[in-house]
C-alpha cells in the first residue's frame, strides 16, 4: 500500500474546528483513503473513510483533493473527547476487486484539544 | 455480534516461555492481522492473513508465529518471549473483497497488555 504523510502532533481548543492533514502523494486510482483514531488505552476505530468526493457523517468530514494526493479530516466543534492519535492510511483495491496486502499504519498525528 | 475479541487481556510471562494470543472475529471477515504498539509509538504489523490457510509477514515477524485454520480464528504464538516483545498487541479483521459502501473499514480489538520479565 502506498504511504503517507502527517504532522507529527496538532493542538486545538475546544468548540473550534480542526482540520488535519495528510499527504499521499503516490495515491493510486483505486486506493481508498481511511481514516481511524486511536483513544488512549483502546485499539484504533473507524472515523471515515472515501475515494474521489467529499464524505461527511457524525463524527467527521473528509475533504479530498482534486488530484487525490491529500486529504484533511475535519472535527467542525472539537471536544475534549476527540484528543487522540489520528491516523490516515490507504487501502488498495486489487485488479481482482480485493482489497489485501499489508496495511501499514504511520505515527498519526497526536491530537492535543484544549478547554 | 461481537466483532474483534481478544483474549487475554492482561498478561505476565517470563523471559522464554511461550504463549498464544487469541483472536476471534464474527464478521465472516477475509482479512486478519496483527499489531504490536510500543509505548508512544504507532501501530507496527506483525503478520496477517488474507483467508484461512493463507499467512504472510508484516513488518515486524520475527519471534512470532501465526496460523489461519479458520476463518474466525487467528491466533498469534510467542515462541520464546523476550522483553522486547512487551507491548500492547492488537487484532484487526476487514473484508478482503472491496465493498464500495464500507470501503473495507478494519475493526480493532480491544488489546492485549503483555510484560515479559
Known amino acids: 500500500d502506498a504511504k503517507t504523510t502527517q504532522p507529527n502532533s496538532m493542538e486545538s481548543n475546544e468548540e473550534e474546528p480542526v482540520h488535519l492533514p495528510c499527504n499521499h502523494s503516490t495515491i493510486s486510482g483505486t486506493d481508498y483513503i481511511h481514516w481511524y483514531r486511536q483513544l488512549p488505552s483502546q485499539g484504533p476505530e473507524y472515523v471515515i473513510h472515501?475515494?474521489?468526493s467529499n464524505v461527511n457523517n457524525r463524527m467527521a468530514s473528509l475533504a479530498i483533493a482534486e488530484d487525490r494526493k491529500s486529504s484533511t479530516l475535519i472535527l467542525h466543534r472539537a471536544t475534549l473527547r476527540d484528543a487522540a492519535v489520528y491516523y490516515c492510511?490507504?487501502?488498495?483495491?486489487?485488479?481482482?476487486?480485493?482489497?489485501?496486502?499489508?496495511?501499514?499504519f504511520g505515527q498519526g498525528t497526536i491530537l492535543t484539544v484544549h478547554p | 455480534n461481537a466483532g474483534v475479541t481478544q483474549t487475554p487481556k492482561f498478561q505476565v510471562l517470563k523471559t522464554g516461555q511461550s504463549m498464544t494470543l487469541q483472536c476471534a472475529q464474527d464478521m465472516n471477515h477475509e482479512y486478519m492481522s496483527w499489531y504490536r504498539q510500543d509505548p508512544g509509538m504507532g501501530l507496527r504489523l506483525i503478520h496477517y492473513s488474507v483467508g484461512a490457510g493463507i499467512t504472510d509477514q508484516g513488518e515486524v515477524p520475527n519471534g512470532y508465529n501465526v496460523s489461519r485454520s479458520t476463518t474466525e480464528d487467528f491466533p498469534l504464538r510467542l515462541l520464546s518471549a523476550a522483553p522486547s516483545q512487551t507491548s500492547v498487541y492488537f487484532c484487526?479483521?476487514?473484508?478482503?473483497?472491496?465493498?464500495?459502501?464500507?470501503?473495507?473499514?478494519?475493526?480493532f480489538g480491544e488489546g492485549s497488555w503483555l510484560t515479559v520479565v
Open positions: 484487526a479483521s476487514s473484508y478482503g473483497i472491496m465493498r464500495r459502501s464500507s470501503g473495507n473499514t478494519i475493526y
Open positions: 472515501g475515494l474521489t
Open positions: 492510511i490507504l487501502r488498495a483495491r486489487n485488479a481482482g476487486g480485493t482489497s489485501y496486502g499489508k496495511l501499514t
